[in-house]
């Protein structure tokens, strides 16, 4: 069974950093583009980072350029996003996601909470 397990969300203060990891397995994980999307209450899912197949190349949001880092590790089947200087606009549920667009092909997790307050 397809499956991507995200862990390491939790409550921060503002300016506090977070490492969130998303564990993979049941398909071929080096095919797929690798993402994080967050969706806070009352808003659309949006795109934080993506990193390519073989993390050669990543993309952010501008809202998180500078602050957030997206990286791959396909021998342990793991993505993560180390989020530094965090905002508390940056609050929401955050979800790994995996894409094989040549099949049109998305698998995602379950998500995990992301709570920046003082």
């Known amino acids: 069974q397809v499956q991507l397990v995200e862990s390491g969300g939790g409550l921060v203060q503002p300016g506090g950093s977070l490492r969130l990891s998303c564990a993979a397995s049941?398909?071929?994980?080096?095919?797929?583009?690798m993402s994080w999307y967050r969706q806070a209450p009352g808003k659309e899912r949006e795109l934080v980072a993506s990193i390519a197949s073989t993390g050669g190349s990543t993309n952010y949001a501008d809202s998180v350029k500078g602050r957030f880092t997206i990286s791959r590790d396909n021998a342990k089947k793991s993505v993560y996003l180390q989020m530094n200087s965090l905002k508390p606009e940056d609050t929401a549920v955050y979800y790994c996601?995996?894409?094989?667009?040549?099949?049109?092909?998305?698998?995602w997790g379950q998500g995990t909470q992301v709570t920046v307050s003082s």
């Open positions: 049941g398909f071929t994980f080096s095919w797929y583009v």
């Open positions: 996601k995996a894409t094989y667009a040549t099949y049109a092909r998305d698998y």
